[in-house]
């Protein structure tokens, strides 16, 4: 079973969902700042803000909300955000992507250093794991948005690459260049998504043991958990017995 998704649910069940969801919306409303303050403010022009605004959305972020960080993006008092891409591996080989929105580089690198120190991975050069991962776009629909046929019709029609359906529901995707059209396609045709997401997708997975997989979890965790990081992915897969057993811990 992969990886990271996951744990990432495992993270979310044992979480205080309140301040998730606080933590989650500080790091789409940086996201929306940064969209507007590259471009015009107006949506419609401004393809990265439009797509910053449909994650938003898909997140259930209020209006106000998303008005208020386009909005501060206009202020002359507005922060300067880099994005920046630190590389890596965690425990049992496990290669690392971290994304991050920071106003501040050597506060973030440190604070990243520090997490993979502590929980036993270590920090590697710009490039140095990417390629085993392709940076593509997301789009997840409910199962009640359509049957699988219809879905697949529906990403077809709007320049998505694939789509999957499952029990669990609907994933679509794209190329990364592709992601607003292709949600903004998808939107007027299936109705709002649940997630809208650029995320970095493994093409080579590692297997870990229960003991590396917790060491991961923790460490993919405890990034998270910095409000300058806006993803981490993972390459690792757990077979389903150990899955069971994290599930259960």
């Not at 590259?38 to 990265?48: C, E, Q, R, V």
Request: include cysteine.
């Amino acid at each position: 079973m992969a990886g990271h998704s996951q744990f990432k649910n495992i993270m979310h069940r044992k979480g205080k969902q309140d301040a998730a969801r606080a933590k989650i919306f500080t790091k789409l409303a940086r996201e929306i700042t940064v969209a507007a303050k590259s471009g015009l403010p107006d949506p419609a022009m401004n393809p990265k803000l439009r797509l910053a605004i449909q994650a938003a959305r898909a997140e259930n972020m209020p209006k106000d909300n998303i008005e208020r960080a386009i909005k501060k993006a206009q202020g002359s008092d507005a922060e300067t955000f880099e994005s920046i891409r630190y590389e890596g591996y965690a425990p049992g080989g496990v290669a690392v992507i971290v994304e991050a929105l920071t106003d501040n580089r050597n506060r973030t690198g440190a604070a990243v250093r520090a997490a993979f120190s502590k929980h036993g991975g270590n920090l590697g050069s710009t490039g140095s794991v990417s390629h085993m991962f392709d940076h593509i776009g997301e789009i997840r629909y409910a199962s009640e948005a359509g049957t699988a046929d219809e879905i697949l019709e529906a990403a077809i029609e709007a320049g998505a690459d694939d789509a999957v359906s499952d029990e669990s529901g609907n994933l679509i995707t794209c190329a990364f260049e592709n992601l607003g059209s292709a949600a903004a396609a998808l939107e007027e045709k299936l109705g709002a998504p649940l997630s809208v997401k650029v995320v970095w997708r493994p093409n080579l997975l590692t297997e870990v043991d229960e003991a590396h997989a917790t060491s991961i979890l923790k460490l993919i965790a405890a990034l998270e958990d910095d409000d300058d990081v806006q993803s981490v992915s993972a390459n690792f897969e757990v077979s389903d017995e150990v899955m069971q057993k994290l599930t259960a811990a």
